[in-house]
């Protein structure tokens, strides 16, 4: 036994193998390392690579490039903005949200809101009276404030305009703005010629003598009114009229540098409070009276079918011929808004003239009353009118030929002045 075991003492044992060997699998050594990169071509990014600086690698600053400093990016303009000072403008008129479907002559009895001004707190210099913003504060008003307006205004759109167009050099503005011509127009609906209209129709002048507006929806019923208000509001002219479609130009001597300022309202106000149009009991007729009217009303055939955002220039003529025949008149208007026949019911009343029965099932049903008498005079304009000057027209054929009749001179074109009221 001892001397198997000073046998086992005396073999030679066997030498540690290290990790960190030459000849290991997973050593990392010098040989290793230039076999990866002979194999994959691995070479290190300079940032893995410190390196002392040197005069080749030191970036010399490169003289300021002149370049054209960039536009700032538009930014609408916020109520929550006060820092700026109120905007003043000069245009000579009260500000209101729409000048077609308001008139100062009629008076709310209630407002809906508190007298927030839509153009934002402490933007604008007017005084906001819940309908509108007054050109002439109202607590120092006085008496001939009215006739100096007009006056200012007259004299503006005279000085604008200056000498009248020739028929050839309305011809060829209203050639221009044919749809064939150009795509720019301006879109006038329910809301009717609204105060930031204004704006947009000043932008248009820019680029353009005459725009293009096109008219629908209710407030088409009183074309004559809108031809007006434009003209008063942008003191511009009207020198093209078919149907709905009007061409508005700018003046001779309107300069887009000297455009007025127009503050924009940044929402829509609510409409105040106006006595009730349909009454309980019809004037002059008893209770039982006028629930039998509505009933026989609305058993009537339709006069006509109104669609929705047309155009309503005809319907006053067609009313008045129908009342020479029919005491009673129903209009189907189903597919409109409620707002809209409303306001339609508030015009016929007042222009044709006529008293509202009822508005029941999406009708306007109206009665010419007891001692109706047809309307005299046109009042409406008509679908075409003539807006040539036979002056001009005479001279150039004077010139052409001495023999020319002046009634042989006709005109196609369209105007919102030739008819007398």
């Not at 001892?2 to 046998?7: A, D, E, K, N, V």
């Amino acid at each position: 036994m001892t001397g198997f075991l000073g046998r086992l003492s005396r073999r030679r044992r066997p030498p540690l193998i290290s990790l960190l060997s030459t000849n290991h699998p997973l050593s990392t050594t010098s040989a290793a390392f230039s076999k990866l990169r002979s194999e994959y071509s691995f070479v290190a990014p300079p940032s893995l690579r410190p390196q002392s600086p040197s005069k080749d690698t030191i970036v010399q600053p490169q003289p300021e490039s002149r370049t054209r400093k960039t536009k700032p990016r538009y930014r609408p303009p916020s109520s929550l903005e006060r820092s700026d000072p109120a905007i003043r403008s000069d245009l000579p008129f009260d500000f209101r949200f729409s000048y077609t479907e308001s008139s100062p002559k009629v008076r709310p009895i209630g407002l809906r809101e508190p007298k927030y001004s839509p153009f934002g707190p402490g933007r604008l210099d007017r005084v906001w009276t819940g309908v509108c913003a007054p050109a002439v504060d109202p607590k120092v008003a006085f008496a001939g404030v009215d006739g100096e307006l007009e006056e200012k205004r007259r004299a503006m759109r005279e000085r604008i305009q200056g000498e009248p167009l020739t028929n050839a050099e309305r011809k060829a503005l209203v050639e221009r703005c044919q749809r064939h011509k150009t795509k720019r127009q301006i879109n006038l609906g329910r809301d009717g010629l609204t105060h930031n209209m204004l704006n947009d129709i000043h932008n248009h002048w820019k680029h353009a003598e005459a725009v293009r507006i096109k008219c629908m929806g209710v407030p088409t019923v009183d074309m004559k009114n809108i031809c007006t208000q434009l003209e008063e509001k942008t003191f511009g002219k009207i020198i093209n009229r078919h149907g709905g479609q009007l061409v508005l130009y700018r003046g001779r001597y309107y300069k887009p540098r000297e455009r007025p300022v127009i503050p924009l309202m940044l929402w829509k106000p609510q409409e105040p409070v106006y006595p009730r149009l349909i009454k309980t009991t019809i004037e002059g007729l008893s209770i039982e009276e006028t629930k039998e009217m509505r009933k026989r009303g609305l058993s009537v055939p339709a006069l006509t079918k109104l669609a929705k955002n047309g155009y309503y220039g005809s319907l006053i003529p067609m009313i008045r011929d129908a009342f020479l025949c029919d005491e009673l008149i129903r209009i189907d208007c189903k597919g409109l808004p409620t707002s809209d026949y409303k306001k339609l019911g508030c015009k016929l009343r007042d222009l044709v003239p006529c008293i509202l029965v009822t508005f029941e099932k999406e009708q306007i049903v109206i009665w010419r009353g007891k001692n109706y008498k047809p309307a005299e005079g046109g009042y409406f304009l008509t679908e075409r009118e003539s807006f040539d000057d036979p002056d001009d027209d005479l001279s150039v054929g004077t010139h052409q030929n001495e023999n020319t009749d002046p009634n042989q001179s006709q005109s196609v074109y369209d105007s919102c002045h030739s008819d007398d009221e």
